[in-house]
């Protein structure tokens, strides 16, 4: 069974500064694409960042400039720097990972439990 934990999330002022991290466990072949969602209360569930196998990076516009998704593929973990926070980033953050538990498998789609980020006025 896979497993993605994250951790780092809490509460932080106006213009700081938070990373988050979210490492993957159990039988893993190979991961394709690792991400970050969040959803604030009352509000879908939307894309923050996502980084494929090859490195290839992609921000929805309300982060970009401000955030920044990274892996270490030896350790199965995605970050994400997020910097110049502003109210309107608090949310729950969810990540994500599309897997191959074997070779032979279609990919699937593990998510976190979520971390909860508030950013203060």
């Known amino acids: 069974q896979v497993q993605l934990v994250e951790s780092g999330g809490g509460l932080v002022q106006a213009g700081g500064s938070l990373r988050l991290s979210c490492g993957a466990s159990?039988?893993?072949?190979?991961?394709?694409?690792m991400g970050w969602y969040r959803q604030a209360p009352g509000k879908q569930r939307e894309l923050v960042a996502v980084?494929?196998?090859?490195?290839?990076?992609n921000y929805s516009d309300s982060v970009k400039g401000r955030f920044t998704i990274s892996r270490d593929y030896a350790k199965n973990t995605v970050y994400l720097q997020m910097n110049s926070l502003k109210p309107e980033d608090t949310a729950v953050y969810y990540c994500?990972?599309?897997?191959?538990?074997?070779?032979?498998?279609?990919?699937?789609?593990?998510w976190g439990q979520g971390t909860q980020v508030t950013v203060s006025s």
């Open positions: 159990g039988r893993i072949f190979i991961i394709n694409v």
């Open positions: 980084i494929t196998s090859g490195g290839s990076t």
């Open positions: 994500n990972a599309d897997l191959k538990e074997d070779w032979g498998e279609r990919p699937t789609r593990y």
